[in-house]
């Protein structure tokens, strides 16, 4: 399966994907520094940011995926308005070139823990609209991720879960699971 994955060198995206190998994947990152990252992970790299939707679908009609896996997320600066424009505008432009390049799955990050005011909307907006996809829709809701480049060095309140453990689960649902909506978390 060729899979154009965005998020990829995020904290679950470098937890994921080395359990995808045997698939064609393609991270997407908004920085040329991160290649070598990607390569290391078993990807090739395609530079796009999200928010530039011609350059995008560019990549996404270069890269023709089977799949589109949506883990981005803007958590570096702790800031929720940036978290949350991502997922409003990123996650709109990756649906649109998805569904405009004929991918045939769609999988998005979303949570599976309580969230309030603008975050709150965002992912319940980032789950309806994947929804529409013309293919197969997996969403795909963490808990609260703890270990090694998390914001927690021990497992926070549940639901929770190592991100170790979540990219493995990720990878193993990524290509096979049924459309639906999963919950990935330990506790």
Request: charged share 20%.
């Amino acid at each position: 399966m060729r899979i154009l994955f965005a998020g990829a060198t995020g904290v679950l995206g470098r937890a994921t994907l080395p359990h995808l190998s045997g698939h064609e994947l393609v991270g997407l990152t908004r920085s040329a520094e991160k290649r070598q990252l990607l390569t290391e992970l078993g990807a090739e790299t395609a530079v796009c940011d999200v928010y530039d939707y011609e350059a995008l679908f560019a990549v996404v009609e270069r890269v023709r995926p089977h799949a589109i896996v949506n883990f981005v997320t803007d958590l570096a600066e702790g800031s929720t308005a940036a978290n949350t424009r991502v997922r409003n505008e990123g996650g709109a432009n990756l649906l649109r070139a998805a569904d405009l390049a004929g991918a045939s799955r769609l999988i998005v990050e979303s949570v599976a823990f309580e969230l309030e005011g603008d975050a709150a909307q965002a992912v319940a907006e980032l789950e309806r609209s994947a929804r529409t996809f013309s293919g197969e829709t997996l969403i795909l809701r963490f808990g609260r991720l703890w270990g090694p480049g998390t914001a927690y060095g021990a497992p926070p309140r549940p639901p929770s879960i190592h991100v170790a453990e979540a990219g493995a689960r990720a990878a193993v649902l990524i290509p096979r699971a049924a459309p639906g909506i999963y919950e990935v978390r330990s506790c």
